[in-house]
């Protein structure tokens, strides 16, 4: 069977199958013409990834080459912007001189550190949009002045990300120039929080006009903004994690501390009753102390009483006491004793009381029995006025 006729080429197709054998250095027309069929003819995009892949050894080797270069050279002369002793001043200092040249009208600049903006990114989940400006790169300027200050690029900007840029001049600019590894300018990388890290998600080198800009970042952001509310469910989970696990620790905290005031309050109370239990304990001692030493007291009064007169004494007085019991005593005393003695044996009775004063009818008096600044030395019966039989009164000052 005789193979099927081949279509013929458009002048077009022709010129491709030319070129393609020219730069590929393929012999046979047939292979070329099968590769271009299998791309649809793309020979742009085939001979872009075809130089390459041709080139990817020798960029490969060069940039090898090149980081051990710069590498050896930062110890042989220090990059003065490897210091940065003022970042906030450096970007302040940018901040003025792309006002002075391309005006006011332009994004919002973050007023902060390079590590401030990423935090304050991470805090509030937004996007954070880094410029670095290549001052002698010839494109810096065209992009300046049509791409980043467009009213519409600034809009995009200013209500969807923060925006922080530098001048790779500066030590600021050039130390996040050194982490983020840029290759051309103008340079923007958008970075996020994805995977609870601060991430590059999108780089974006060389002039670009301002609508592909917006559709680029539009791109980056939509394509990534699913991880940002990912991020927010989860932290709104922790916050109320957080929150439930606070509100627990606080419940817990109160009962313990409402378990502790009840336990100090029953100490307390504990304490009360033993301090109570241990004052009615020494007044008991002391009030049994004081009845012993009383007891005592009388007895050694008792036995200092000197005898008792005979009746037949002419020189004897008769006393009968009222006691406050309402009981009566009687004995006999010599005229020549001393009222103290009168007082000792009513205080040896047992059923005296502890404190007393003795009264006389007749005239009502109290007689003195016991020293005093009046009758230091108390007077005898005789001296006293007492008669032969006398009725005297006992009178319990034991509560006064």
């Known amino acids: ?18 070129q393609f054998q020219d730069l590929t250095g393929i012999e046979s027309m047939d292979q070329c013409r099968h590769t271009l069929e299998q791309h649809n003819w793309n020979i742009e995009g085939l001979l872009g990834w075809g130089y390459y892949l041709i080139m990817l050894p020798f960029r490969f080797t060069y ?9 050896a050279l930062r110890f042989i002369r220090p990059d003065p912007r490897s210091r940065v002793t003022d970042p906030v001043g450096d970007i302040v200092s940018f901040m003025h001189s792309f ?5 006011r009208a332009h994004p919002v600049f ?4 390079y590590s401030q903006a990423l935090n304050d ?3 509030e989940l937004r996007f954070l949009l880094v410029y670095l400006h290549g001052d002698d790169h010839q494109d810096s300027d065209e992009f300046c002045r049509t791409t980043l200050c467009a009213p519409e690029v600034i809009s995009l900007i200013n209500t969807r990300m923060l925006f922080w840029a530098c001048s790779t001049n500066k030590p600021e600019g050039y130390r996040v120039s050194q982490a983020l590894r840029e290759n051309t300018y103008p340079f923007l990388a958008m970075i996020m929080l994805k995977d609870r890290r601060m991430t590059v998600v999108g780089r974006l080198e060389g002039l670009i006009q301002p609508d592909d800009l917006i559709n680029q970042l539009t791109f980056i952001m939509d394509a990534n903004q699913t991880y940002l509310v990912s991020e927010r469910l989860e932290r709104e989970e922790r916050n109320q994690t957080q929150v439930l696990r606070q509100q627990q620790d606080e419940a817990y905290l109160a009962s313990l501390r409402a378990d502790q005031e009840k336990e100090r309050k029953k100490r307390e109370e504990r304490e009360r009753k033993r301090r109570k239990e241990e004052e009615v304990q020494q007044q008991k001692l002391a009030e049994e102390r004081r009845r012993r030493n009383l007891q005592e007291e009388k007895e050694r009064k008792l036995e200092c009483l000197p005898p008792e007169p005979s009746p037949d004494d002419p020189e004897s007085v008769k006393i009968i006491f ?3 019991n309402d009981s009566r005593v009687e004995r006999r005393f010599h005229f020549s004793q001393s009222l103290t003695v ?7 009775l047992k059923e005296s009381p502890e404190k007393f004063q003795i009264e006389a009818n007749f005239p009502r008096r109290v007689l003195p029995c016991t020293p005093s600044e009046e009758w ?13 039989t006398e009725v005297l009164f006992v009178q319990d000052l034991t509560d006064e």
């Not at 009168?342 to 040896?348: A, Q, R, T």
């Open 342 to 348: 009168i007082h000792d044996f009513l205080f040896s």
């Open 322 to 324: 009222k006691l406050p």
């Open 121 to 123: 990114a991470k805090r």
């Open 99 to 103: 006002e002075e040249k391309y005006g």
């Open 376 to 388: 230091p030395n108390p007077p005898t019966l005789q001296e006293a006025g007492l008669s032969h």
């Open 63 to 71: 940039y090898t080459i090149l980081d051990i270069f710069r590498f």
């Open 1 to 18: 069977m005789a193979a099927p006729e081949e279509r013929d080429l458009t002048q077009e197709q022709t010129e491709k199958l030319l």
């Open 110 to 113: 973050y007023q902060g550190t």
